[in-house]
């Protein structure tokens, strides 16, 4: 059975949704893209599976671009993949 109270999103990379609370979230935040640890900052967001597979699918795609609407800084991919790895 499962939980309809988990929120769902959808991956930039993969493109299947997955619950929230397993992903990465990454938020822009007035100007900056950031990391969102809390997932509690409001602003216009994209969820990552915690896979190098999906970063990997999410680069090539430009899921990140589409979704937040600007270009993903390098220094930032680079958190993420530690994040994953
Ligand atoms: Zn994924």
Redesign the pocket.
Known sequence: MSDKRIPMRK??????M?PKNEMLKITKRDQEIVLDYSHKNNGRSAY??S?E??LK?ALKNKGFERSLKCKMPMTLIEIVKQEIS
């Open positions: 991956c930039v990379g993969c493109n299947k997955h990552l599976c896979k597979e999906c699918l």
